[in-house]
């Protein structure tokens, strides 16, 4: 069964314009740059679930079909799908899992720039993912 994408891919269509809006407004406004920047973390947030949970799925039913739910860490999820070429590297995708957690439970200065970097390269890496699929989508 095909994977439904569109939705990860307008995900990081999102994000991809919360980025480039942050980086055009940012001399504008220090309240303005902070609202843009909390609109990239929260765009990363959901397109790093979106991008997790599209991996365990084509895994489950291209690798793992007699397991309905197969139960994998995260970071076993990410080796697996390097393994298969889902991903280019899983060192990068383990970075964003930290990042997605500190951003998702704590409020911290630091942490929020953590998260913005994240969000900046894990595009790459989610168009990366999304090429994958695409063409093994069948």
Same mark, same amino acid.
């Given at each position: 069964?095909?994977? /439904? %994408? +569109?939705? %990860?891919?307008?995900? $990081? +269509?999102? $994000?991809?314009?919360?980025?480039?809006?942050? /980086?055009?407004?940012?001399?504008?406004?220090?309240?303005?740059?902070?609202?843009?920047?909390?609109?990239?973390?929260?765009?990363?947030?959901?397109?790093?679930? $979106?991008?997790?949970? %599209?991996?365990?799925?084509?895994?489950?039913?291209? =690798?793992?079909? /007699?397991?309905? @739910?197969? =139960?994998?860490?995260?970071?076993?999820?990410?080796?697996?799908?390097?393994?298969?070429? %889902?991903?280019? +590297?899983?060192?990068?995708?383990?970075?964003?899992?930290?990042?997605?957690?500190?951003?998702?439970?704590?409020?911290?200065?630091?942490?929020?720039?953590?998260?913005?970097?994240?969000?900046?390269?894990?595009?790459? @890496?989610? @168009?990366?993912?999304?090429?994958? $699929?695409?063409?093994?989508? +069948?």
């Amino acid at each position: 069964m095909a994977l /439904e %994408l +569109d939705t %990860l891919n307008k995900a $990081l +269509d999102t $994000l991809k314009v919360a980025l480039r809006l942050h /980086e055009e407004k940012k001399g504008e406004s220090e309240e303005l740059a902070l609202a843009l920047r909390d609109s990239v973390i929260q765009r990363f947030e959901y397109t790093y679930n $979106l991008s997790w949970i %599209l991996m365990q799925r084509w895994i489950a039913e291209n =690798v793992n079909p /007699e397991s309905a @739910d197969p =139960v994998y860490t995260r970071k076993e999820l990410f080796r697996i799908a390097a393994r298969l070429g %889902l991903i280019a +590297d899983p060192l990068h995708w383990f970075s964003y899992h930290k990042a997605r957690n500190i951003s998702a439970h704590t409020y911290k200065e630091t942490n929020a720039e953590e998260a913005f970097k994240a969000a900046v390269a894990m595009v790459e @890496d989610v @168009d990366y993912l999304l090429a994958a $699929l695409a063409k093994r989508n +069948d």
